[in-house]
């Protein structure tokens, strides 16, 4: 049972005079000063886990840590802090609560770590004399079955170790001069293995200074990523040219991409590392007239889940041997697509009549098919949703593949 006692002294000019009073509306002294309450007053937050982006994306591990702080405001509080109780709730359905350890307890610049017997009691009397009369005793506990996580701080008078009358003395003051009004506690805690990703993991405390109404912290958020993401290769076409552009794509449901890894295949060798943690999503590859190059993608997130390896290739292309009297090749001017990146609607500009047009999404999927005739196309890309689309345009004289974003 909490013990609630407050006591000031009420200081006058030329004259002392003892004045016991409650919270509340200012109270007349003997004197006939009005004297007004002092309360501490509580900044206070609960810092976790930090992860990926504004969701703090993490992969499951075996513990969460936090921090809980609580701090006696220099501008706001007028007086020492007697009594502090810190009460956490952990959801019980998310966290392992088998894997709780308290870290350490902090006021002012006092700093006690908690023993491996202390891992879910802790108590703990600190003695602050002979500079001030009062015995700090901090009391830590855990409940595994409600997961409710308690923090308490108490100044006790040394003779009766009961709550201290002296209303000059406190656990915390005022923090005009940190950290003399600062105060935390740490602990970690385990997390059940079997969360799926997306699961959003919420974390808060509240906080009561004395006679204070309780203190809602900030909620800490972490975001469970365990899906791992998805990329490919993007398809490729018979050339005659040894200088062509590859591309590639890739999803990811939480984190998202952080980089690609590409390998490539010459005819029948052994794939090799081509682009190395890019986060390109093309790169020019220079090749030989005659050979057959093949490529497959690795994506790894944000939060170091990789994709699975591949043992084949995704797309693949051979370097024809150029033929004497040939149509000559394809020039850049010859087909325009534009804007790229496209939002709602895509333009093709041919210099020879356009005989045929698919537009392929990054799976490799026709999502576009066109065979009127003409040079221009006006294409309504408003319904597509985001990502790396192939244009394949095939004109009376040749194919041409281009690659756009939406």
């Known amino acids: 049972m909490r013990i609630l006692k407050s006591f000031m002294l009420c200081i006058l000019s030329f004259s002392f005079g003892l004045c016991q009073i409650t919270y509340g509306q200012g109270k007349t002294c003997g ?96 003695d602050m004399r002979p500079q001030e009369n009062i015995i700090v005793r901090i009391q830590g506990t855990f409940d595994k079955t409600t997961g409710e996580v308690r923090c308490y701080m108490i100044a006790l008078d040394p003779e009766t170790m009961d709550l201290t009358e002296n209303p000059m003395l406190g656990i915390l003051y005022p923090n005009t ?41 900030n909620p800490y958020i972490n975001t469970i990523d365990i899906a791992a993401p998805t990329s490919r290769v993007l398809p490729l076409f018979a050339t005659t040219h040894t200088v062509f552009t590859v591309s590639w794509s890739g999803t990811d449901e939480g984190s998202g ?9 010459t005819d029948s060798s052994d794939f090799v590392l081509w682009q190395y943690n890019t986060t390109e999503i093309s790169a020019e590859f220079t090749g030989e007239a ?19 390896q591949k043992s084949e290739a995704e797309t693949s292309i051979k370097i024809e041997e150029a033929v004497p009297n040939a149509l000559p090749a394809v020039t850049s001017d010859e087909v325009r697509v534009y804007p790229n990146p496209a939002k709602e609607v895509l333009y093709i500009e041919s210099a ?37 689309y192939v244009i394949t345009v095939t004109t009376d004289t040749n194919q041409i593949v281009k690659v756009v974003v939406k």
């Open 31 to 126: 004197n006939g000063h009005i004297f007004t309450p002092h309360k501490p007053e509580d900044p206070n937050e609960i810092l976790g886990t930090s992860g990926y982006g504004t969701e703090n994306y993490i992969v499951l591990r075996d513990n969460l840590f936090y921090t809980i702080y609580f701090e006696n405001d220099a501008i706001k509080a007028t007086a020492p802090a007697q009594e502090i109780e810190v009460i956490n709730f952990v959801d019980v359905s998310k966290y392992d609560t088998e894997y709780f350890s308290f870290g350490t307890f902090t006021f002012r610049n006092i700093t006690i770590e908690a023993t491996p017997a202390e891992t879910t009691e802790f108590s703990r009397d600190v």
């Open 177 to 217: 001069e940190p950290p003399i009004g600062e105060a935390n506690f740490t602990y970690r805690i385990g997390l059940r293995q079997d969360l799926a990703s997306g699961t959003v993991i919420s974390n808060q405390a509240e906080i009561i200074f004395d006679l204070n109404e309780p203190i809602v912290t």
């Open 257 to 265: 991409i952080q980089y690609y890894n590409v390998y490539v295949q």
């Open 290 to 308: 005659g050979k057959t190059y093949s490529f497959y993608s690795l994506a790894t997130d944000n939060v170091g889940n990789m994709e699975s």
């Open 352 to 388: 020879n009549v356009i005989k045929r047009c698919s537009i392929s999404n990054a799976d490799g999927k026709t999502v576009y098919l066109s065979e009127a005739a003409g040079k221009q196309l006006k294409i309504d890309m408003g319904s597509y949703p985001s990502g790396v």
